[in-house]
Each structure stands twice: as C-alpha cells, then as structure tokens.
C-alpha cells in the first residue's frame, strides 16, 4: 500500500510540472504564434506596396519623358504614377488606405531620377497592445521606394537620339554615282560629284535589352554595295564639298572631317560618320505605344489604310491583327498638313508584310510602330517613290532577312528608323534625323527627356530624398 501511495504522489508530482511548465511557456507561444502572424502580414503588405511603387516609378518616369516635365513640377508623370498604385493600372486596391504618397523627381550627371515613395499602416492583430505600449499605435509603418534613371540630359527630345537604329545587319545600295572611280586599291583623279545619297544623323547598332554591351557586334554592316572601298556615310556637307573637290579629301586615311552631333542626335558639322554601339531598349517605346492606344475604338478594319480615310481624323490609330487584316498596306493618298504634330499608328504582332507607299509627302510626321518579338516577325516594304516622309518606322523585330526595305529613290527621309535590319535602295536619296516624338511633337524643342533604357536603380547615391 505505501508503494502504492508513493507512485501516485510521484505521478501527481510529474503531472504538476508538466502544468507548471505549460502555463510558463504558454504566453511564449502566444506571442511567437502572434509575431509569426504579424511578421508573415508585414511581409506580404511590404512586398505588394514594393511591386506597385516599382511599377508607378517606370511608368512615371516614362511619362515625365514624354511630356518634358521638370524636376519642379512632373503633374502628367505623377498622374500617371498614381494610376500603377490605385488607378486603372493599379497594383493596390483602390479601398485600400495609403498614409503617405510622394512623388519626387531630380537630375544628376545627365540622369533624371524619378522616384516614388508609399508609406502605409498595417495593423498588428496579436501584437497590437504589445507594441503600442512601445509606440504609442498599434499599427506598423511599412515603407517602400523605388527610383527610375533616365538616360540622356533634360533637353535631348523624345524617345529617339538616332536616325537609324538596327540589331543584325544594315546596307545602303546606290549611294555613290560612278563607284568604279573608287576602287580598292586607289581613287580616281576625276572622282567629283560622285555623292548622291546623305545621312545627316548617326547611325547605330545595339543589343536591344538596354543592357550596356559596347562589345556587341552586328552581323554585317555594308556601307555602299557598290565598293568595298568606302568605309563612312557622306552627309550634306560632304557631297557639297564632293561638287568641287575630289573624293580624296573625305576619304584618305586620317580623314579629321568626321560628323559632330547635339545631344539629341542633329548634325552640327562635318562630312562622314561610322556606325557606332549605342545602349538602346526596344521595349520601352512598345510599351508606350501599346498604352497609348490601348484604349482607342480608331481602329482599322481593312488590310489597306489610307490617309485620306476618316483613321486619320484622330492622332491615334490601332491596327488590329485579325483573319482579315492578315497584312497591312499603310498608303499616303493625301498630304496631312504642314504641322509636326505626330499621328500615331500602331500595328499589333503578328503582321505577315507590312508596306509603306507615299504617293505624296506625309506633311504630318506619321510614327509607325510594328509590334513583333523573336518569334513574331514582319516584313516591311518602306517606298517613297520621290516624296518625303516624316516620322518613325519602328520595328526593331522585323524579319532578320528582309528586315526594312527602304527604297528612297529621289526621296527625303527625316526621322528615325529602328529594325533589327534595314535595307536601303535608290540613287540621290536624303536621309535626316528629327524627333518628332518630344513635347509638341517637335525636334527637341520640347525639352523631353530621352527614354532610351529607361530602369529601375536601386542606388541614388549623391541625391537626397525627403
């Protein structure tokens, strides 16, 4: 009986501590269950708020260079910063209570910094009353930031500081008369007013991703295929000098007349330029293409797009690709006017052939843009026939073969042209930067920014931010 008695106290005893130790590490548990609750909230709500100030610091830094705003005053940047945290892009709901919003804008070393920044309250469920006898609020603020670079100074136009931008491979036919008077092995001593074809604006090759790779090559790179003698593109200058001058002054070696450029890519002086690497990113004008018109109902219906058709009573005009429109003919029948007010056109993906005819000038600029990817590519048939265009044709993922055929025949082009290759034919062609996609549609006058690798940054160092 006494070894009895002695087990069932022994077991009472064993249950007390198991009890004692239970109540002493249960308010432990309580509040690791709590913090793990509220950490875990936390985490979730500072992530969302982080995606959506990336999202609105992109896309008002994108805004802020289109419409030239500066640093002072950004409202069209920032209207559309608000419309990627809770408007009608939102990455928050709309119900949701943000503390704090601020968008700041500021330029450093030829960058413009666009910068977002939201604070919001988030409730602490199992450690509230804990943490505000800490605090004084049982609530925890969560920041998030997010800065946007944009490459270029504050007044170097639009989205393009480039006549013509290609990937793969670029070629120019008929760009000299009488090319056997410029052999490989020596010049010709009558070799005078053999220019025809001008290019008063840089010509570049790029990556595309907007990543900076000065060691990316082009496949091929044909400046005349009549010689392969010649090694340079002849500006304005350079075939005005050619008429009483022999080619020998722009071709020797050494040669110290080379093309000056502003910033925003207008010829300054000189008779030749090479293509040179230029860090570019082909999605960030798709990207505001796609957005401008993502909303219009002037949308094309018919394969065959004329200007004189009511399309053109509106800036902006999509064009679908569906079983009807399964190639596009964009035919200038009317001149448009004297303005340099742009008329956007954007083709979506999937287009077989799309072809440019001028049967007059454009008056207006016209920025064509050719959605595409690797997979998804165009061919584009660009003829001039004797006219001038103004504007765009963008569309850096045409066909790598056929790429953009341009045939300029006694023709002006001014604006910019950006294919992953380009092609271009005729004899006494023109060819000229202006940007038509800045402020106003103006060349650079409007004081945009250029949105060329427009990215996210996660240091401002030398900047300071309220």
């Known amino acids: 009986m006494q070894t009895y008695m002695k087990n069932i106290t022994k077991k009472w005893r064993q249950s007390g501590a198991i009890l004692a130790f239970t109540a002493l590490l249960l308010p432990m548990i309580i509040v690791g269950t709590g ?12 992530s969302r708020l982080q995606n959506a100030a990336d999202a609105a610091a992109l896309a008002g830094a994108h805004e802020y260079a289109v419409q030239g705003e500066k640093v002072n005053s950004h ?8 419309k990627y945290v ?19 804008a500021q330029t450093k070393d030829k960058k413009t910094y666009y910068r977002v920044k939201l604070t919001k309250e988030v409730p602490l469920y199992f450690l509230g009353s804990i943490y ?49 008077k410029l052999s490989n092995n020596s010049y010709s001593t009558d070799s005078k007013n053999m220019l025809t074809t001008t290019f008063d604006g840089r010509i570049v090759y790029t990556k595309g991703d907007g990543v900076n790779n000065p060691s990316y090559k082009y496949d091929s790179l044909t400046y005349s295929t009549q010689t392969n003698k010649l090694d340079r593109f002849f500006t304005t200058a350079a075939q005005n000098h050619n008429k009483s001058n022999n080619i020998n002054t722009l071709m020797e070696s050494g040669a110290k007349e080379k093309a000056k450029f502003d ?25 505001y293409m796609e957005q401008k018109t993502a909303n219009t109902s002037n949308k094309a219906t018919d394969q065959t797009v004329k200007t004189s058709s009511s399309l053109f009573k509106s800036d902006v005009i999509r064009v ?15 001149n448009l006017g004297n303005s340099d007010k742009p008329v ?9 052939v799309v072809n440019i005819n001028l049967n007059t000038d454009t008056g207006r600029p016209l920025i064509i843009c050719i959605a595409g990817s690797d997979s998804q590519r165009s061919q584009v048939h660009f003829n001039l026939n004797g006219h001038t265009f103004k504007g765009v044709v ?30 271009l034919r005729g004899n006494r062609s023109s060819y000229k930067y202006k940007d038509y996609t800045g402020k106003g549609g103006g060349s650079s006058a409007g004081g945009a920014v250029s949105t060329d690798g427009i990215a996210l940054v996660g240091s401002t160092e030398g900047l300071s931010w309220d």
């Not at 913090?35 to 500072?46: F, H, K, M, P, R």
């Not at 090479?274 to 798709?286: D, G, K, P, V």
């Not at 045409?398 to 950006?418: R, W």
């Open 344 to 352: 956007y056109i954007y083709v979506e993906a999937g287009m077989g």
């Open 394 to 423: 963008y569309a850096p993922y045409c066909d790598k073969n056929e790429g953009v055929l341009v045939n300029a025949e006694n023709s002006t082009f001014m604006g910019t042209i950006v294919g992953s290759s380009i092609s």
């Open 132 to 180: 505000k006898k800490i605090s004084g609020k049982n609530t925890f603020t969560v920041p998030a930031s997010s800065v946007a670079a944009i490459q270029g100074q504050a007044e170097s136009g639009g989205f393009f500081e480039n006549m013509f931008v290609f990937k793969d491979k670029f070629d120019a036919v008929n760009s000299l008369e009488n090319p056997d």
């Open 75 to 82: 409202p069209k940047a920032n209207k559309m910063a608000e």
């Open 263 to 287: 910033s925003n890519g207008t010829l300054k002086s000189g008779y030749w330029s090479q293509a040179e690497y230029y860090n570019y990113n082909f999605q960030t004008f798709y990207d």
């Open 35 to 46: 913090l793990a609750v509220d950490l875990g909230n936390i985490y979730v709500q500072y």
């Open 86 to 104: 809770q408007g009608d892009y939102h990455n928050l709901d709309q119900s949701e209570s943000i503390a704090d919003k601020k968008f700041q």
């Open 320 to 334: 679908p690709h569906t079983g009807s429109i399964p190639n596009l003919t964009i035919e200038v029948d009317t």
